[in-house]
């Protein structure tokens, strides 16, 4: 009988695992008996009188178009309703019913009916099929755990263009996140029109054009080279792209990064900075000595002076239009790495901070953050920085995104201030996702599993201050929609996870099998992502004067062949089992995960110098 149960309870755990893949984990889904077949057409019945609603919809029916289903609108007999439901606790929750006979999506607003749509969408295939379409029919009750889920594309590194944006904003909301921080502005390209400031984009938004390294080896401009590489978004495309988003449940946090970041700025308005001498918009030649533990020293000034009235003239302006444009209520004005030493050399910020009675350039620092607070808070906005802004102190009512690790948002909530968790430890997806012999080396690594070891909400503060988390991809080596799509994705997915499911649902191996399916749909769409989680992880180390190779992959049933004796193809060399000894002599390591006896992701192969150095 013990037998019989302890069977009974294996099957319901397997059960309980997805039989769906859809991400992020929904609250519960329940499987019930049968399934609803499409045939060529479906009828679908929209009560929800919403007209956010109707245009969700119909991005929802060109995807039924796309597989084969033709979407209908008459009164009788619909197989598809849709209404909302006052009821529903969460203002982004939904419920999805799916029988034989029927689908019933409600949803509280139209941001739930929207994700619902979205759940919906992830239950049908994403490509046209031969066999009928079915799904298997079931309960899901759905809401998320934060209401900040956030992405932030970096488009002054590179630019990317309005229907590029769109483009990411699409995938964004298929796995429900709803905030877009765009990051408009940096040393390398002012991105949006201010019309009381014409050079921020007749200058600001232009640099020579550089390939190589960023902050290495791409040459300084030359003497009266044309700067030809960059773009800009006018009032009319920026206001376009704020409907977009709306229409997916997307809010968008403009961020203007002041007072470091500013080299583009400087560029069209030199005499905004304590040098006041011509500019150039960077192309990410070497502009800093980096000195390994965080701390650098800026060779060119890139930081508007704090002394300046004129400069919250600058920042007023901006201001004024950044809140006309963005109906959100944050403004992000970033505030993160301002290099000091041109503050503390200029004679004019001493002479000011003498009189008024500051101490060192981070109460100066403060100073000037308290003051852009005023100006955004003058024009019906709150601000959110990054964790640099509470060095000094920090105002009442600011927001703070903790990006140097976990530390900065502890410290910003035991303040009292609300906090949005961007650590580079789990949620930087410029970072490299596989192995550094095949992916393109910069700064540092993540990989899909860290990603979703993510939990924003630390011990021991007020979870109430933790107002969710968000995933940041800079672009500084990052030129292309595809290759955002590569870096982005699927980290992305497994950060969605972690911002709308309910912790005791986050399971890794539940979500990397259907992340596996999601690759699938990726494939369909062509767009292009990183499938490093199917490579093998490769370590060395040391133990007794051996060094060691140790191979990992954490699919389930996944299985790892490898050869060090310069054989091939490694299918037919050795399966990995325990770490090895790694051999003396002249070889290259080649590995591969294989899974259900196919052979999946990259083969790695690793020359034995390269092994050792690691
Ligand atoms: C940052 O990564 N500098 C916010």
Not at 98 to 123: C, D, H, P
Not at 490 to 497: D, G, Q, T, Y
Request: hydrophobic content about 35%; charged content about 25%.
């Amino acid at each position: 009988m013990k037998n019989v149960i302890t069977l009974l309870f294996v099957i319901v755990g397997f059960l309980s695992q997805a039989q769906h893949n859809i991400i992020p984990e929904p609250l519960s889904y329940l499987e019930t008996n049968g399934f609803f077949s499409f045939s060529n057409s479906v009828n679908i019945r929209d009560q929800s009188k919403d007209n956010q609603v109707a245009k969700g919809l119909k991005v929802f029916e060109n995807h039924l178009s796309k597989i084969g289903i033709k979407a209908n609108h008459n009164e009788k007999d619909p197989s598809i309703i849709i209404r909302k439901n006052k009821s529903i606790p969460s203002e982004e929750g939904y419920t999805l019913d799916i029988s034989e006979n029927n689908i019933i999506l409600e949803g509280k607003s139209f941001a739930g009916i929207y994700y619902g749509l979205q759940t919906l969408k992830q239950l049908l295939p994403s490509s046209n099929q031969k066999e009928p379409i079915q799904i298997k029919s079931c309960s899901i009750v759905d809401e998320p755990r934060f209401k900040w889920r956030g992405l932030m594309l970096d488009v002054s590194r590179h630019f990317f263009t309005v229907e590029e944006v769109k483009a990411y904003i699409d995938q964004m909301a298929a796995f429900k996140f709803n905030t877009f921080h765009w990051h408009l502005t940096d040393d390398n390209g002012w991105r949006v029109e201010i019309k009381a400031l014409p050079k921020l984009t007749e200058i600001g938004a232009w640099r020579v054009e550089r390939n190589g390294k960023f902050g290495a080896s791409r040459p300084a401009p030359l003497a009266g080279e044309k700067a030809t590489y960059g773009g800009f978004y006018t009032q009319e495309q920026i206001k376009d792209v704020v409907k977009y988003a709306t229409a997916r449940n997307i809010t968008i946090i403009p961020e203007i990064d002041l007072p470091g970041h500013s080299m583009a700025a400087l560029a069209a308005y030199p005499k905004l900075s304590t040098k006041k001498e011509p500019k150039f918009v960077s192309p990410g030649n070497k502009f800093a000595e980096w000195f390994g533990d965080g701390s650098f020293k800026m060779n060119i000034e890139n930081t508007l002076n704090p002394s300046d009235e004129k400069v919250y003239d600058f920042i007023d302006k901006v201001y004024t239009e950044i809140a006309q444009l963005f109906p959100g209520k944050y403004i992000h004005m970033g505030g993160d790495e301002c290099y000091k030493g041109y503050w503390e050399e200029s004679e004019e910020v001493k002479a000011f901070m003498k009189m008024n009675k500051i101490k060192d350039a981070h109460e100066l620092q403060s100073y000037f953050v308290k003051r852009v607070q005023k100006i955004i808070n003058s024009k019906g906005k709150k601000m959110i920085g990054w964790d640099e802004i509470i060095e000094g102190g920090l105002a009442k009512g600011a927001t703070v995104m903790s990006w140097q690790g976990m530390k900065g948002g502890i410290h910003a909530a035991k303040k009292g201030h609300e906090v949005v968790m961007s650590p580079t430890t789990f949620a930087y997806l410029d970072y490299m996702q596989g192995d550094a012999t095949i992916e393109n080396k910069i700064y540092a690594s993540l990989s899909l599993e860290k990603t979703y070891e993510f939990e924003p909400i630390p011990e021991g503060v007020d979870e109430k201050l933790i107002l969710g988390g968000q995933a940041n991809i800079w672009t500084e080596e990052i030129p292309t929609l595809q290759f955002a799509f590569y870096m982005t994705y699927p980290r992305a997915m497994s950060i969605s996870e972690t911002l709308w499911s309910s912790k005791n649902k986050k399971n890794w191996d539940n979500f990397v099998t259907k992340a596996q399916a999601h690759f699938v749909r990726f494939d369909d769409q062509k767009i292009n992502i990183c499938k490093a989680v199917l490579d093998p992880i490769v370590e060395v180390y040391k133990e007794d004067d051996k060094l060691m190779c140790k191979l990992i992959n954490n699919l389930p049933n996944a299985v790892i062949y490898f050869s060090t004796n310069n054989t091939y193809p490694v299918e037919f060399a050795t399966k990995y089992t325990q770490p090895f000894e790694i051999p003396k002599g002249d070889f290259k390591l080649r590995t591969q995960t294989f899974q259900y006896g196919k052979a999946i992701g990259r083969q790695l192969i690793i020359d034995r110098t390269d092994l050792i150095k690691r």
